[in-house]
């Protein structure tokens, strides 16, 4: 099976008076890629495609993620949970589905989607910096890191430039390069998330196609998982 999917972002907002306070801390200039306080929430639109033995089914559907709680472990390092829900349509109620954790330290901010963790932005941002995103799993990747082996390597590509997104144009975004392994024989690879100031992801494309490797179709760009 295939998945290919774009996300885009709708709508960004904070609740009213009745937030909590959030914990003391004063984060890095580049956190403001990726801002967190309790009571905030995007609204994302959800195009995807699932491929299995070559055939295509398509999927449209709005995803709401919001900030619930925060946590000051130690000082410089915050934990927030992030509540994740979708709806069909935008008249449709939202329906629950899983919580993801975000820390937030000095070097890094990562992202604990279920017992998966994985190093979504390293700080300072620089254009060209990579590092290992999966550096907190065992997923290894298609990449090689010195000392560690197997790793995915996410790369700054653009940083600090404007993108439009729909009607809408961001001033200053900057993007991660997750996945880029353009191959149209085996296994074709493309990841890209783009950040914008003090919005946070406002776009996600993932493109992840296995073909077939069979003499009878390889090179004809059968995907078949």
């Avoid at 996300?7 to 580049?30: H, K, M, N, R």
């Avoid at 959800?46 to 000051?72: C, H, K, M, P, W």
């Avoid at 954790?101 to 620089?126: C, D, H, M, S, W």
Wanted: aromatic share 12%; charged share 20%.
């Amino acid at each position: 099976m295939h998945v290919s999917g774009w996300i885009g972002i709708v709508f960004v907002g904070l609740c009213g008076a009745g937030c909590s306070p959030e914990p003391v801390y004063t984060p890095l200039p580049d956190a403001a890629y990726m801002p967190l306080m309790k009571g905030m929430f995007w609204l994302y639109q959800v195009d995807s495609t699932v491929i299995t033995a070559n055939v295509e089914t398509r999927y449209g559907n709005q995803l709401q993620v919001e900030v619930t709680d925060s946590i000051n472990s130690v000082p410089g390092e915050v934990t927030y949970l992030l509540s994740r829900s979708r709806r069909q349509g935008a008249s449709a109620p939202f329906a629950p589905l899983v919580t993801w954790r975000v820390q937030r330290t000095a070097q890094e901010l990562i992202l604990r989607a279920g017992n998966t963790a994985y190093v979504a932005l390293a700080f300072p941002i620089i254009r060209s910096r990579d590092w290992n995103g999966n550096a907190y799993n065992t997923l290894g990747g298609n990449d090689f890191c010195e000392g560690s082996g197997p790793c995915d390597v996410y790369t700054y590509t653009l940083v600090r430039v404007p993108r439009e997104l729909g009607e809408k144009t961001f001033s200053d975004v900057v993007t991660v390069e997750e996945g880029n392994t353009p191959d149209r024989l085996v296994r074709f690879d493309l990841r890209m998330s783009h950040y914008a100031r003090d919005i946070g992801l406002i776009e996600r494309d993932y493109q992840v196609l296995n073909y077939c490797s069979q003499p009878a179709c390889y090179g004809r760009q059968f995907v078949d998982r």
